[in-house]
């Protein structure tokens, strides 16, 4: 899970990473849902299940977190419903912030048993270093989002998971890691893959120049946290219509 990105270090020693795809997303029944067959050729394979964009996502917050961090979810949900209106005519996701039981927290990247309902999940924040390693979660990975999902259906729970104390140097990067994990949430995999084993459908990150919309992308794998990112770019955007408007 934790991934410094040797060429952006040579910019900034102040790289942080995001959390992977692959250790976000869990299909319950099998990895049936292949991509979506919109938008860049090698994004084809980008997708996870997406989730069901006609209703309205209530996301409730975790009232844990202070108001400065709300706003700045706000703040990102906002971004995120500009795209539902560009693309369905509606807003993506509500807002509610609630106490959320530690109930609600995965076991692990694999537990699936965690409780969760249709038409929204949860953002939680995490502080407790050994809940966040006992995840499987590196230490300076400031976020996940954990997916269940089956077959080419609609994802049917997820959860966002929030270290703030992963963030404690670097608290500049709050927004762009809550409009980068909403992202995972409506269904977007990474811009590139590190992980890319020659697939022609996943572009390999290594091989992109910083002027490339892959690279400034929200979705990209790595958050620079002396420039972080807390709008959604054309690439993002083309991305998020695929999966928008993804029908089962
Ligand atoms: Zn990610």
């Known amino acids: 899970m934790k991934r410094w990105d040797a060429r952006l270090i040579l910019l900034t020693a102040a790289a942080v990473t995001m959390a992977l795809v692959g250790g976000c997303a869990r299909k319950i029944v099998d990895p049936t849902f292949t991509g979506l067959a919109c938008g860049a050729a090698d994004q084809r394979e980008s997708y996870m299940n997406p989730i069901d964009a006609s209703r309205v996502q209530v996301i409730s917050v975790d009232s844990a977190f202070d108001d400065a961090q709300i706003a700045k979810i706000q703040s990102a949900i906002d971004s995120w419903n500009s795209q539902g209106r560009a693309t369905l005519g509606h807003d993506l996701f509500r807002l509610q912030t609630l106490a959320i039981s530690a109930n609600s927290v995965p076991t692990s990247v694999e537990d699936c048993g965690f409780p969760g309902v249709v038409g929204g999940f949860s953002v939680v924040k995490i502080t407790a270093a050994q809940t966040w390693t006992d995840l499987g979660f590196s230490r300076s990975n400031p976020g996940v989002t954990i997916r269940c999902s089956s077959g080419i259906e609609f994802a049917e729970k997820q959860v966002i998971l929030v270290n703030t104390s992963n963030m404690d140097a670097y608290p500049q990067i709050f927004e762009n890691v809550i409009l980068h ?51 959604l770019t054309a690439n993002d955007q083309e991305r998020a219509s695929c999966a928008l408007n993804y029908r089962p």
Do not use: W
């Open 181 to 231: 994990e909403l992202g995972h949430a409506v269904g977007l995999g990474h811009s590139c893959d590190d992980q890319n084993k020659g697939k022609a459908g996943f572009r390999n990150c290594q091989s992109l120049e910083p002027t490339d919309d892959y690279f400034q992308a929200a979705m990209y794998p790595y958050i620079r946290a002396d420039s972080p990112k807390e709008n």
